[in-house]
């Protein structure tokens, strides 16, 4: 018998490596559950899972990216995305220095504005007070703004390492946005037993009641989670059918299905969650010519008939869902209207109050770092705002996509974000112009989704360091798409053929036809 020595070695070596962390796992696992332990087994769970990563990170990257998941036992809490983001990109990066022909997708008119942003964040942080994370010990706080925003353009980068293969492009998009259903998780919390609530440890409880305290508006319980998964999934169904595909298609399941998660946007009780899935369907469905299709006058008839029917029961409809409506002129209960129209009022004085403070930021912005004594300010339970303005300074939370970005950053901040947005609008529209047929639905809903998403921040409610997230996420999942950004097909004229005469032959005589024409 032979005995095979290299193996007999290997074999040691794995039981001697393995045994002592089975071991160690099994300890660790009969201590109580703190947040260490739950690092070290996320740790060791991270390098088991390596050979996955190493060949599924823009898989998984795209699929978590709107999973409302947080890594609970990691300082500050952070979404999976953002852990997901730092993950690919270092990944692609890696694989980029090894191999050569491994590239990432050209889109130079988009990675300059990206660039510049992330240039004006990290010099705005360095002249105001650096990036500084409490959660970390630091003598400064704010810095959790400055990771999401930056983390947010580092995702389009991440998105864009690898081309979506052409088959499963359906596939992507689905769980891209079908992930962001889990939000729902958060609202089960006062129907699920308390043994189950581990579940909340990694999946945040939405749905609270915001106390009425000094500089703050009372609101009655909202169902957030909902409100988000039924986005999450009106979304989905606009990107992977389209207007057409859900209600032309001669599939009824699509319509019920496009209905129910409309009545779970308004459970949310946000109306601007209504506005911009409203805005969405109506851009992509004129850029769909469903108004040239025979079907349209039936649109036109059963939604004046849904509105005739609806208008007797306004009132009766549930608190929230008669909220995220008050920007309709229907026949609501009295409260409901009211309570929108003072946040309403308080938003409009809040960006009258900030606007004062607009020239002082203009060459070097405020940006979001906070000093210790603002940090206690903002702390502090007894302490009372002399106004809804000084609250909101601290915070950073203008409530105004214009203000996030001027106030923080300045000029600067203005000429990044409108350089990134034309940009982006031009890389959509191309590949929504000349992009593969087979993937014109999505492109259609991109560029749709970009300009309300764009419309809604400038016009009605938006954060930069929140909404960077979304803006990368559309022109990063276009362009790994369409492998690039599309251009007009290059069109080559044929050149006819001219006649070539015959020559005669010097000494021969030409002869002529028998029966000329």
Not at 234 to 245: D, N, T
Not at 340 to 364: E, F, G, M
Request: glycine share 10%; aromatic share 12%; hydrophobic share 50%.
């Amino acid at each position: 018998m032979n005995n095979n020595t290299p193996a007999i070695l290997r074999s040691l070596i794995i039981y001697a490596l393995i045994v002592p962390l089975a071991i160690w796992i099994g300890y660790l696992l009969a201590a109580p559950a703190d947040r260490g332990t739950f690092s070290i087994g996320g740790i060791l769970a991270l390098i088991l899972c390596a050979p996955l990563l190493l060949k599924w990170h823009h898989f998984l990257l795209v699929t978590t990216w709107n999973l409302g998941m947080t890594i609970f036992f990691l300082p500050g809490s952070p979404p999976i995305w953002l852990l997901m983001t730092a993950l690919s990109l270092f990944l692609s990066v890696l694989h980029r220095t090894i191999n050569s022909e491994a590239r990432f997708i050209s889109a130079p008119s988009i990675t300059w504005p990206l660039i510049f942003l992330i240039a004006m964040v990290l010099a705005t942080a360095k002249l105001t007070g650096g990036i500084g994370l409490h959660s970390l010990g630091n003598d400064t706080a704010g810095g959790k703004s400055y990771v999401l925003l930056l983390m947010g353009i580092l995702g389009y980068f991440a998105l864009t390492a690898q081309r979506i293969p052409a088959k499963r492009v359906g596939l992507y998009v689905s769980l891209f946005f079908v992930a962001g259903c889990t939000a729902f998780i958060g609202d089960l919390a006062p129907h699920l037993p308390s043994g189950l609530n581990i579940i909340y440890a990694f999946f945040p409880v939405s749905g609270t009641v915001l106390e009425s305290r000094p500089g703050m508006v009372e609101f009655h319980a909202r169902n957030i989670g909902t409100g988000a998964a039924g986005t999450a999934g009106f979304l989905f169904m606009l990107a992977r059918y389209g207007p057409k595909g859900i209600f032309l298609a001669g599939r009824l399941w699509r319509p019920l299905l496009f209905a129910l998660f409309g009545v779970m946007i308004l459970m949310g009780g946000f109306r601007s969650a209504v506005i911009l899935c409203g805005s969405v369907f109506l851009i992509q469905s004129y850029l769909e010519r469903l108004h040239q299709t025979k079907a349209f006058p039936v649109f036109i008839f059963a939604g004046i008939i849904a509105l005739t029917l609806a208008v007797p029961f306004a009132s009766k409809l549930p608190f929230f869902v008669q909220r995220s409506l008050a920007f309709l002129p229907l026949p609501l209960d009295r409260e409901a209207v009211q309570q929108a129209q003072s946040t309403s009022d308080w938003r409009l004085q809040i960006w009258k109050d900030a606007l004062t403070t607009v020239p002082q930021y203009l060459v070097l912005g405020k940006g979001y770092a906070l000093s210790q004594s603002e940090l206690a300010t903002a702390s502090s339970q007894n302490f009372h705002y002399s106004s809804d303005i000084e609250s909101v300074d601290i915070v950073g939370n203008y409530h105004s996509g214009p203000l996030s970005v001027v106030i923080p950053f300045g000029i600067w901040g203005v000429i990044g974000i409108l350089w990134f947005w034309s940009a982006s609008l031009r890389a959509l529209y191309l590949n929504y112009r000349y992009g593969d047929p087979g993937v014109r639905v999505i492109n259609i809903f991109l560029l749709a989704y970009f300009i309300a998403k764009v419309a809604g921040f400038i016009i009605i409610f938006g954060g930069l360091y929140g909404d960077m997230y979304y803006f990368a996420s559309i022109i990063g999942l276009s362009v790994s798409i369409n492998g690039g950004i599309r251009r007009r097909a290059a069109v080559v004229k044929a050149v006819p053929h001219a006649k070539v005469s015959p020559v005669p032959l010097p000494g021969r005589p030409q002869l002529q036809p028998a029966f000329p024409r």
